[in-house]
């Protein structure tokens, strides 16, 4: 009897979700529509290349396994790919199959650009008769991939934004929009791809702007009829990123503009960044038409970054600044700063120079007055990675002690304290917080917290351990 398409792709699934981390499938496998199954080749549809080739690097191996268990020896799997780069007139998306499970071909077609002589064109934000290659490209040199941490707050974005940057204009995410809440990144992250592109090819012309800044110049260009110059100028860039572009909310005449500006550098092989608070399907007072050729690329959302990247964005930082500060008050910082990176930030200014002016030691009590100052509720957020750390550090354990494989008494009850700890001090589910740590089920947890609480009653010296920790965890 014949398998169904969709019952074979869902047993996939399942064995996926179990062997990749939850915020890993819920970014690359639960947008996966299985289309067909023909003997022992499963067809499924991606959303764009960039996915089919981000799967087909990471996870093929995963994906192999998951199908031989299902298909038996000699399983295949084909794709379709939705790619949306070509505008089309009635805007539905072309589909492009696609091999697997040998070495791709990269669909690149090298665009034939117009050998246009734009020297007399006026430069909004310079002077007139500027040469095209100088223009400024009003970006940040210290906005670069080198100093943009990875998470999975950002990792779609991010690992999309640097392969624009290897060949820009030519991926078939374009543009790409990103969004997400304020001081999450947006802005670094698009200007990091404009400082790469930059520095990989030099006779690219980039360009960052605001939306205000746009909608401000388009403005001045109307009222001394210099619209032509305007459009021109910008028609002449390679890759433009415009940050903010919910500023163009309600103003009819700069999304008449932009949407001229857009349609001919997507149809030139030119690369669009765009940012914004809101994802494209969420924005209010912005044209259909120029939301639909948002959505043309890939939308990347940046979301909270979890507090194993919050500090790690703090260790970068102050690697970048040259600060030297404790572990112990990167992990006070972390734990209480967590709506966005540009207030960790702030934090660690803060922190720096309290100390230099009153010349102080950073210390947890400064760090202590210092957030309690930044953040009326000043409750923790934890996780079950930051309560691993704080036991092992109790125990001088190593950091992956907990979650690895063996038996040594002092090992398994450390794990089963972090047990304990993550039931009481988390809203995760037995079987999340067994997961994470050591890849245990719900049933061991359980039978952690049952042990721990017994040992609080029968032995002192045990409860005077879970009594230190749990200041140490509250601080």
Known sequence: M??????VWDNCLRFIKDNVKAAEYRTWFETIV???????????????????????EAYI???????????????????????QNNIRPDDRPTITKLPTFDKKERYNKPVTLPNEDHSSIKNPFVIPGIPRVQIDPKLNNRNTFNRLVEGEFNRLARSAGYAIATNPGKTTFNPLFIYGGSGLGKTHLAQAIGNETKDRFQDKVVLYVSGHEFHTQFAYATQNNTRTDFLHFYQMIDLLIVDDIHEFAGKPKTQDIFFEIFNNLHQNGKQLIITSDTAPA????????????????????????????RKAILKQFAYNEGIEIGDDILDYVAAHITNNIRELEGALISLLAHSTLNKETITIDLARQIIDKLVKNTTRELSVSYIQKVVCDYFNLQSDAITSKTRKREIVQARQIAMYFAKHMTKLSLATIGSQIGGKDHATVL?????????????????????????????
């Not at 003997?39 to 991606?46: D, E, F, R, S």
């Not at 952690?448 to 200041?471: M, P, S």
Request: one cysteine or more; glycine letters at 6%; charged letters at 30%.
């Open 34 to 56: 299985p289309i067909k199954l023909d003997g022992k080749l499963l067809t499924i549809q991606v959303p764009s290349q960039f996915y089919y080739e981000y799967i087909e």
């Open 61 to 83: 191996d995963l994906l192999r396994k998951a199908l031989q268990i299902e298909l038996g020896e000699g399983a295949g799997l084909e794709y379709y790919v939705v790619m």
């Open 282 to 309: 969420d924005m209010d007072g912005i044209e259909e038409r120029l939301l639909s050729r948002f959505k043309w690329g890939l939308s990347a959302e940046l979301t909270n970054p979890d507090y194993d990247s």
């Open 2 to 7: 014949s398998k169904d398409y969709k019952q």
């Open 447 to 475: 039978h952690a917290c049952k042990t721990v609480n017994n040992l609080i009653d029968t032995d002192r010296q045990f409860k005077g351990y879970i009594e230190e920790i749990e200041k140490k965890l509250k601080i």
